[in-house]
DNA sequence: TGTGATGTGAGTAACGTTTTCCACGATGTT
DNA sequence: AACATCGTGGAAAACGTTACTCACATCACA
């Protein structure tokens, strides 16, 4: 009953009659081990419970764990890129690991370098915003994957959404219903390299571009604050104060048009009788009834396990050119657009 | 420009002229440095970029890891509870990894053991499905906080909310609207230990205790489904086929009542004019204005600082006596409930 | 002038794996 | 018959840190 002490590969090579070099051969299925010692070994394996300690591991090979860094956990999006992530890794020995982040550049350098440390084989960075050369460094000590950023690079494979042809779909579905005036709600950005990189960025050009791709140049209008349900609130306070308010919002994530319906409520303007409201992302409050709302479904699970397909390649092979992956996004109509009025 | 070699304890001693020891000791705050070492060697540290591998740390002493386990990572709450964690260990060297949980007892065994393998120095598991016997054997490996599970245990902590008493604020408050026929939806649990120390049992029983309290033992009516939007949908149905339908629906969770406000919307049932709707959790889109749903604020921020604290206690001594902590819910009221007409 | 404390620092043996050899016998090839 | 090849298994040296033990000053006190 006395903490015992913790089975260790001595105590299962000796219970087996063999070495310790082949107990951990068995357990890493490597070469070098005939049937018979498998059995034999897997059987004091199971007999003493061994498990095999990951901080001994990581000292010499692997220690079999991945980590994932998220900007938050409230965005239930990240949530569907860890399905796929985890699911693709269900059946490999591979343990994932999270850390949230606290969205700004010292939390997510300091995420990084604690996966660093510890060893992990491998990292998935999901939306990171901290400068590219940082994303560089992470990725020569340990094989990496950037999710949800633009940009190629010579040592990290990244995955995407097409965030440009995404924004063209909610334009595209606007103007089929008859709006004209169709304003945009963008976060705002400053850093030029994040300008071309960040997802934000590709949305408020693609709308822009479809814009123009419609004749429809002269009502692009963009109220620049942040990807917040608060900077949907302000967004669309200014929006309304234009002398010609526009008839459809396209905010560019969910969580904004929450904040939109928020401020048009208030407003007495009402959804989508006045105007028309799509979002960003189809996080899961937009489904619920009362919501309903019009916007862009990203395949986070798909986005999520080619992710962990990537990772492991290169884990595989660390010096295999980097890929690029760059998935479709699908519009889904709800009940806050409607035809104009 | 290669894979240059770690940077180790052993070339900061060698850089600042001193044993490997003093590097040691200086970083872990360790008894037995005089001042001018400590700045020696602190400047060696600066100077090399030293981290210290966390591998290696585990072999002997510690990993400055807790991990956290979370049954699911879609249900806000949970972020809630893990903001005040790590803003308690905020000012710590250590650091928070969190596993998401497939809500089965296999799955939760899985991640423990994965957290055990990986030497982490202590254990947060956030309303954990599993056997107690399961949690015991946890507990006694690994300095271990049980939150939001109700029971004690000679062998870890305890952090939860008074589900009773917050189911009891809902009758309560749904009384004092002029309600008598109050139904709630709880989700279906068999096994009697869980039956005493889950909170949707405990919720359950406080619905029923306050209901009698106020003398409308004859009104108890429970649909018995589960705890997902796809449960509440179901006992929502359940509960309108009533030859008596109820005027009030407790759900048991936020997530249970966004089901129930689906399946009233398809039956043409409008809230709160016809009946009223209340849930539990104060998720982040019981919030949103179209949904703006009546519901039990837990603390999860204050849940989450206070098994930290309790963790860092017991990692400091582990033999001490276990302590439980049981916090007070409020109400939220919104807009889903009202008097009744 | 001894005699303990006390404070500071170093040497060294773990910790539990993996990896790199090397040895040995069996098998195939000239 | 000589020689290379292959499959199998073991011995022992890492890996980077911490814990334990001990040595050596310095200082206070009788």
């Not at 081990?33 to 990951?54: D, F, H, N, T």
């Not at 999901?126 to 950023?149: D, E, F, M, N, W």
């Not at 579905?173 to 709006?179: F, I, P, Q, T």
Request: charged letters at 20%; glycine letters at 8%; one cysteine or more.
């Amino acid at each position: 009953m006395q903490p015992s002490r913790r089975v260790t590969i001595v105590d299962v090579a000796r219970h087996a009659g063999v070495s310790t070099t082949a107990v951990s051969k068995v357990m890493r299925n490597a070469y070098g081990a005939s049937p018979e010692m498998q059995i034999k070994v897997r059987a004091a394996i199971e007999e003493l419970g061994y498990r095999p300690s990951a901080a001994a591991r990581g000292l010499r090979g692997q220690t079999y764990t991945i980590g994932v860094m998220l900007p938050e956990m409230r965005n239930p999006f990240f949530a569907d890129i860890l399905d796929g992530v985890t699911e693709h890794l269900g059946g490999t020995d591979y343990q994932v690991l999270m850390a949230a982040c606290c969205n700004d550049e010292p939390g997510e350098i300091r995420i990084t370098e604690a996966m660093i440390d510890r060893s992990m084989d491998g990292v998935i960075l999901i939306a990171p915003i901290s400068s590219r050369r940082h994303l560089q460094k992470v990725a020569r000590t340990v094989p990496t994957v950037v999710v949800g950023r633009h940009g190629t690079s010579p040592d990290y494979d990244t995955v995407t959404d097409d965030d440009f042809a995404g924004a063209g779909l909610v334009v595209d579905h606007l103007v089929a219903l008859g709006h004209r005036r169709i304003a945009h709600i963008e976060h705002a950005e400053r850093n030029p390299v994040r300008l071309k990189e960040m997802p934000n960025a590709q949305r408020a050009d693609g709308y822009r571009h479809a814009m123009q791709a419609h004749g429809l140049g002269e009502f692009i209008d963009i109220a620049s604050t942040t990807y917040t349900q608060q900077g949907g609130y302000l967004g669309a306070q200014q929006l309304l104060a234009r002398a010609q308010r526009p008839t459809a919002i396209f905010a560019g994530a969910d969580i904004v048009a929450m904040g939109v319906l928020d401020a048009l409520t208030e407003a007495g303007v009402s959804v989508p009788e006045d105007i028309s409201v799509a979002g960003y992302d189809d996080t899961m409050f937009a489904a619920f009834g009362p919501i309903s709302l019009t916007t862009v479904d990203q395949a986070g699970h798909q986005m999520g396990a080619n992710a962990a397909r990537l990772l492991l390649d290169r884990i595989a092979e660390r010096n295999r050119p980097t890929a690029q992956i760059k998935l479709s996004p699908t519009l889904i109509p709800r009940r806050t657009t409607a035809p104009i009025s």
